[in-house]
Structures are given as structure tokens and as C-alpha cells.
């Protein structure tokens, strides 16, 4: 059923996706501001979806005052003003807990490149130095305690996997799980734990989690790896630990910019691993969230309901809190 509405992507989606939202509606693009400025002028918008990086902003939002939804193709919201679109009873649609399983492989493959220097290992090699084993400096997981700050889908998720390497679990969150770790408060993780996982979002309630205060608290053995949000961690700060040796090594999938000025302090230092925020760019996760976006989207332009757990409730959330 073809549904007479105006939909405007402000990135690309996956080709499954695209067809279903073709097959239903008018798709407009806005892959850049002339693109975007000619789509806003010309038609009347119904709804805006985006990925990671295209702004939905108040600006965009006075300018499509017809706007039945925003939607991320992802889970979180950062690139969407949530208070704004809310105020005005747009609903705000996305996929909740879709990269769970992808996030957490890409988390404990950053930490096994991390702790057995695999990264220079490999780099080696590939220059013909089969000396480098003489010289070979990595440890393994078994027996090191993993210390996760945010235990939600994610972060369980983590939890498990890092389980059956056979570590020691341990978490602090807001609220207790009904999970089988000992959960600590944030001082007493970063005290004890081996490595330390960030796995929550960044809100104006939780700011930047991580500054030189609580760096100083880990071990100067410790690893810290990031697959969360950039701006939780103070990377002024995290590249002064790194430098004197009292942080041991840094691995994430996320930067407060993306991409980074270049040259940059931490990309280049040689105790980090930083990839570029393609944690959940895998084909099947990719694929799913896009699909399962999209035909949420499509539901509400049709007067239907979406999913419920697709919609996001700012104020269900700030009652949490």
C-alpha cells in the first residue's frame, strides 16, 4: 500500500530497507545541505530518518513543521534533539538493543587485540620481523577481572562472553541486575578491575564518566576500552595517562569527533587501538536495524501502531532516573 507522504534520509540505509520505504512512500534525500535545503523547500515532510551522523536539530525541525516522526536507524539517540521532537509530539522511533550482540564481539575483539599486542604482532610479521617473538609482550584474559561500567543489553552481553573466557566480572550501574557478578561502586571498579569496559550512554545526567580524577584510581597495569559514547571519557586527560605510563593501553570504537583532526594525540598513540565507529556495521546488524526501523516508521505513517519498544519515551526515561 502506497502510503502519499514525503520521507526525507539524511544518510543512506541498507538496500532492503530502501525498498521497503520506496515501495510505500516519496523518499527524499539530504545527503548534504543543498540537497537538503531543495527537499525542505519543495515538499512538505512527513518524517526525517537518519544513521549516526545526520543532525536532527531544532533548525530542522521549525523547518518541517509537518514532521510525524524522526527515526535513527541505531539505538542511540545522540544526533536526534530528543527534548526538542518530544515538546512538539513527534514521535521518535529507533531500534533498542539491535547491536547488542554485535557491539559486545567487537568489544572483546578490541580487548584480545588490546591484551596480546596482536595488532603489532601482526604489523610485524607483515614487515617479515619473525624476530618480533623474542620480543613479544601480551597477556591473556583468563583470570583478569573485567570491570563494566553500564551493564544494560550491551554490557550483559559483555559480561557473558568475557564469562566464558574465564573473567572475573564485576559492575557498577544505577540499578542492581539480576545478574550472577558482583556489582561495586564505580571508585571500587576502577580500583580492582584489570580492564574496564564503558557500556552506557552519554546524557547531560552522566556527562564525561571518566576524567583524570578516575583515571588516576585504575591500576597502572589496567586496559580501558570504550565502545559507548566518546565524550565519556576525557581524552586530554586519558592521553597524559597513557603518556606517563600510569594507564596501560586504550582501544575504542568511539571519539568525542569522528572523524579527528589529524594528526591526533590519541589515534597515534602506539598503546591505543581505535577503529572507526564500525562496531555495528556488520551485514546482519546493519540489515536489521535499518529493516526494523523503517518498518516502524512505516507503520505510524499508516496510522498504525509501531512497536512500542521502538518508540523512544523521554519521559518514561527522566521517571527512571
Same mark, same amino acid.
Given at each position: ?12 540505509? $541498507?538496500?532492503? $530497507? ?44 521549525? $523547518? *518541517? ?7 535513527? *536507524? ?215 536495524? *535499518? ?31
Amino acid at each position: 500500500m502506497t502510503i502519499k507522504k514525503n520521507v526525507l534520509l539524511l544518510e543512506t540505509i $541498507a538496500e532492503e $530497507a530502501l525498498v521497503m520505504l520506496q515501495d510505500q512512500v516519496n523518499v527524499l534525500t539530504g545527503y548534504d545541505s543543498i540537497s537538503l535545503q531543495k527537499a525542505i523547500d519543495k515538499y512538505t515532510i512527513n518524517a526525517i530518518i537518519t544513521r549516526g551522523k545526520g543532525q536532527i536539530n531544532k533548525a530542522l525541525l521549525d $523547518a *518541517c513543521p509537518a514532521l510525524q516522526a524522526v527515526a535513527r *536507524c541505531g539505538v542511540g539517540l545522540d544526533n536526534i534533539d530528543v527534548h526538542e521532537a518530544t515538546a512538539r509530539n513527534i514521535s521518535i522511533i529507533h531500534a533498542p538493543a539491535s547491536n547488542a550482540s554485535t557491539i559486545a564481539e567487537h568489544t572483546l575483539a578490541l580487548m584480545l587485540m588490546l591484551t596480546r599486542n596482536l595488532y603489532e604482532s601482526i604489523q610485524q610479521v607483515k614487515n617479515n620481523n619473525w624476530n618480533w617473538r623474542n620480543q613479544y609482550n601480551g597477556d591473556e584474559l583468563h583470570g583478569k577481572t573485567l570491570g563494566i561500567i553500564g551493564l544494560g543489553n550491551i554490557g550483559q552481553r559483555v559480561a557473558k562472553l568475557a564469562d566464558a573466557f574465564g573473567m572475573n566480572v564485576i559492575y557498577s550501574s544505577r540499578s542492581t541486575k539480576d545478574v550472577p557478578y558482583r556489582q561495586v561502586t564505580q571508585t571500587e571498579l576502577l580500583q580492582q578491575a584489570d580492564i574496564v569496559s564503558l557500556h552506557l550512554p552519554y546524557t547531560t545526567v552522566i556527562g564525561t564518566l571518566l576524567g583524570a580524577q578516575e583515571l588516576n584510581l585504575m591500576k597502572t597495569t589496567a586496559l580501558l576500552i570504550n565502545t559507548a559514547r566518546g565524550a565519556l571519557i576525557d581524552h586530554e586527560a586519558l592521553v597524559k595517562a597513557l603518556n606517563t605510563n600510569s594507564l596501560a593501553g586504550f582501544a575504542a570504537d568511539v571519539l568525542p569527533e569522528e572523524p579527528p583532526k589529524h594528526p591526533n594525540a590519541l589515534v597515534d598513540h602506539r598503546h591505543t587501538l581505535i577503529t572507526p565507529h564500525s562496531g555495528s556495521l556488520t551485514a546482519t546488524t546493519y540489515r536489521h536495524m *535499518c529493516v526494523y526501523t523503517i518498518s516502524n516508521v512505516l507503520a505510524l505513517l499508516r496510522d498504525e501502531k509501531p512497536e512500542s519498544r521502538s518508540v523512544y519515551n523521554l519521559s518514561a526515561l527522566q521517571r527512571q532516573a
